[in-house]
């Protein structure tokens, strides 16, 4: 007599109800709800008990893990409860005991790390080989100060700018290369050195006693509107060989008005007025260089504000909302990535999939793209339905959504 066919029998409880542990910003990070996989099971269900002693379906797929976009990493979030089962062709296995979880247990914020190495480094010559040099460089987030360094000769002085003089006494002279690093430090420690810079100087002599030439191109470099008729302008202008300052000054009308005096070539002066012409907010200025001998001659011009630009809108809905690629994890599981345009002015997009019964938050963010496992992947080309939707957002306000489903293709 033939055996009779083994039956497939239910799958046990999962073990290891938790929130697994990872690094995020409190208030800003959903949190994750994992459990143990079960031999023998290929879906499981999540219920999270309410106030009133019944439960609410949280998720159900074949995935081990669930993540709650209402549950923050806070100062002080509520605890809760869920219970898990495993199920599979026969049926569903028995609920887990009720688990009690809470996020702050492990929420954590990252650790302080010190600032990345300086990078763009640019040299500026001061006046003649006796001024001196500018060494320049782009500002490093996380940076509270900065320290120039010889290769050599080691450390030549630290700033809590974005610029260092170096005096003849510290570089060579002009026709002779000078060779410097910048490392960015804050009260963790300091950079790693960035890469050294070689420069050639061709700083030009001058003779003593000579006053500089007069500052050429003074202009409008950029301007911002900042509110209703109203932009906030900077004024530059071209760096004349021996002068160790200049002198920016507006007319008033009856008089010349003081608008800056420094080594700097740029000034910038807010609450300037805007309108909607090309010829608004005329501004009458003059600038000088000067040096110990004396100063050059003015270089007065009439610059424009030119017209505000437009109100901020908010801005168009992102396209081509798609799996960019999924990729095969475990039988019938894949790991996907989703991705979409991105919208010219948007700040951030907002990703959101539907559960059946509301809209769950899968991706906040300024990126557009977003990779997501444990997606259900079968046999045909209309596999593990998803229905998304995104959107782009700006300080405006929000674009409409573009929503889609999307199937994760037959498993590879």
């Known amino acids: 007599m ?4 083994c039956c497939p029998r239910f799958p046990a409880p999962p073990a290891g109800i938790r929130i697994p542990a990872r690094v995020g910003q409190a208030g800003t990070q959903s949190c994750t709800v994992a459990w143990d996989p079960v031999p023998g099971a290929n879906k499981y269900q999540l219920e999270k008990k309410k106030d009133d002693g019944t439960y609410e379906l ?18 002080a979030p509520a605890p809760f409860t869920v219970r898990v089962r495993a199920g599979n062709e026969a049926g569903w296995g028995p609920w887990t005991p009720d688990t009690v979880l809470q996020a702050t247990q492990i ?6 790390a010190k600032p990345g190495a300086p990078y763009k480094v640019a040299l500026q010559c001061i006046g003649s080989d006796w001024a001196g040099l500018r060494i320049g460089w782009d500002p490093v987030p996380g940076a509270t100060k900065y320290e120039v360094w010889h290769p050599v000769d080691g450390k030549k002085g630290e700033t809590s700018g ?11 002279p002009s026709g002779a290369y000078l060779t410097l690093f910048i490392k960015a430090c804050n009260a963790v420690g300091c950079s790693d050195p960035g890469p050294s810079t070689q420069f050639f100087i061709t700083c030009e002599e001058t003779t003593p006693g000579q006053p500089p030439a007069t500052p050429g191109n003074l202009r409008f470099s950029s301007c911002t509107k900042t509110a209703p008729n ?5 004024i530059a202008w071209n760096a004349v060989t021996g002068a160790t300052n200049y002198r920016l000054e507006k007319w008033t009308g009856t008089s010349w008005e003081l608008w800056y005096s ?16 090309s010829t608004s907010g005329p501004v009458t200025v003059r600038v000088r260089a000067e040096n110990s001998a004396g100063a050059s001659g003015w270089n007065q011009q009439t610059l ?8 901020l809108q908010p801005p168009a ?9 999924c990729t095969k994890t475990a039988p019938n599981t894949a790991t996907c990535t989703i991705a979409w345009n991105a919208v010219t002015g948007a700040t951030n997009y907002r990703l959101e999939k539907w559960t059946g019964t509301s809209w769950e938050l899968w991706y906040s963010g300024p990126g557009t793209s977003y990779t997501r496992s444990g997606l259900y992947c079968g046999t045909s080309s209309t596999s593990g339905p998803v229905t998304v939707r995104v959107r782009a957002e700006n300080s405006a306000g929000a674009s409409g959504w573009n929503q889609q489903t999307l199937y994760t293709t037959p498993c590879p």
């Open 2 to 5: 033939n055996p009779l066919p």
């Open 107 to 112: 929420c954590v914020t990252a650790p302080p």
């Open 162 to 172: 974005t610029e260092f003089i170096v005096t003849v006494y510290t570089y060579p």
């Open 317 to 325: 809905t992102p396209g081509n909302l798609r799996f960019s690629s």
């Open 230 to 234: 109203t932009a906030t302008c900077t």
């Open 262 to 277: 420094g080594p700097g070539t740029s000034y910038t002066r807010s609450g300037l007025y805007c309108g909607t012409s």
């Open 304 to 311: 424009y504000t030119t017209a505000c630009p437009d109100t």
């Open 58 to 75: 949280w998720y159900e797929g074949p995935a081990t893990r669930c993540t709650v976009p209402s549950l923050y990493c806070d100062a």
